[in-house]
């Protein structure tokens, strides 16, 4: 009886095998679709040239009127989908080729324009809109179903945004070429937001400026603005008659001025776009004839030897912002130039006696980067000092205090 049905058993495999291989293969593949389109200028009608659009998929994006936080992010998830992407023809039409079906967001994107979506919003923002903002982001981006097998049509309209412009120079009348600048938004609270502009358009490096130190923002939704400009401390050159590139760092000594001529943000001027607002003059100076330098040593307490390795912040004393950053010299020296006159708090953080035994990483031309894997022999607590800058300061000594014994807690010293 065993035999038997162990043949039976055999035989249902050998036809099920057998029919298995005269089936046709199923394809679990989505039946692909199309998007046709065009792209008009709203202000003059014309045909938006040469602009990208992108699907992006609504993955399960609640109504506004559901709970904040599942819209929030379910438009999060949206954003992080792999986008769908054509380039509009002289014409403004455009073809998206392959789209799996689905429901999705329509993007388009022109330098000057208003980008639907993500005008206003980081990727990290949308994960928490209030209802006034999602709202806004409804209304402000076309949504389209998408049916398998199918070429569905949309046409769109774009609208042009504001802009700002503005020129850096320096106070003796020179032009600041090659300056980046960082545009701010005041939001409701009083408090100025950094405005990632261009931040889903690779490639281009928006607020920097040309010869003539001129630098221009454009596609802003209305609201206010004030703009950062940092000292060109920063360069890299392409070597002449080669392929490589040489760059030049110096974060210690990269001046930040906000428009109104101003040190700090918390004090930065405004400029008040409305709806296509084209807006000139943020201008920025930079005072060169005015500024003062600061170097010194960081020692350790018991016996005033050079520490090794740390970093030095130069810090608002109001906010404790970070102002300035220098990486310490194997003597202990650290330096900053181009610093406005006033009041600052210097912080000392991660210093440590390096061990001689271990060797720096031959990977990093940075002396810093190089030392930072070597073995400690001692570490240092953090301390910070006020320093009052009036005049250059050619030699500030720091001392690094003891760490404190695991366990024990050290009073600030602030």
């Not at 602009?51 to 709970?67: C, F, G, I, K």
């Amino acid at each position: 009886m065993r035999m038997l049905i162990g043949s039976a058993l055999c035989l249902c495999i050998a036809f099920g095998c057998a029919f298995a291989q005269d089936s046709p293969a199923v394809s679990h593949e989505p039946v692909r679709s199309a998007v046709t389109g065009r792209v008009l200028c709203g202000d003059t009608g014309l045909p938006a040239r040469f602009a990208v659009v992108q699907l992006l998929p609504v993955r399960n994006v609640p109504e506004p009127s559901s709970t904040s936080q599942n819209f929030s992010s379910g438009l999060q998830k949206a954003m992080e989908g792999r986008a769908v992407t054509a380039l509009t023809r002289i014409d403004g039409s455009f073809r998206l080729e392959n789209v799996t079906p689905g429901v999705y967001y329509v993007i388009p994107q022109l330098a000057g324009y208003l980008t639907p979506l993500v005008a206003q919003f980081s990727l990290e923002e949308l994960a928490s809109l209030d209802d006034e903002s999602r709202r806004t982001v409804e209304s402000s981006v076309e949504k389209i179903a998408i049916e398998p097998g199918h070429t569905q049509h949309i046409d769109l309209k774009i609208i042009r945004g504001g802009a700002l412009s503005g020129q850096i120079t320096y106070d003796d009348g020179a032009p600041a070429e090659n300056v980046i600048t960082q545009l701010f938004l005041r939001e409701k609270s009083g408090t100025w937001k950094p405005v990632m502009v261009n931040q889903y358009r690779i490639g281009i490096v928006a607020g920097a400026t040309d010869d003539q130190g001129r630098y221009r923002y454009s596609g802003l939704p209305a609201g206010e603005y004030g703009v950062m400009a940092t000292l060109p401390t920063t360069q890299v050159s392409v070597l002449p008659g080669t392929s490589s590139a040489a760059v030049q760092v110096h974060l210690n000594d990269a001046l930040q001025v906000y428009s109104g001529n101003v040190y700090h943000q918390r004090e930065m001027k405004g400029f008040s776009l409305g709806p296509g607002e084209d807006q000139s003059g943020a201008d920025i100076i930079f005072p060169i004839s005015s500024l003062f330098s600061l170097a010194g040593h960081i020692l350790a307490g018991r016996d005033h030897h050079a520490i090794a390795t740390g970093i030095v912040v130069l810090r608002d004393p109001v906010d404790h912002s970070d102002l300035r950053t220098a990486f310490l010299a194997l003597d202990g020296a650290f330096s900053f130039n181009y610093l406005p006159s006033g009041s600052y708090l210097l912080h000392l953080e991660s210093a440590a006696d390096l061990d001689p035994a271990s060797k720096p990483s031959p990977d990093f031309a940075d002396p810093f980067a190089a030392n930072a894997m070597r073995r400690h022999l001692r570490d240092y607590a953090s301390t910070d000092v006020t320093v009052i800058i009036e005049q250059d300061v050619p030699e500030f000594s720091v001392i690094a205090p003891e760490q404190s014994p695991r366990g024990a807690s050290s009073a600030p010293t602030r």
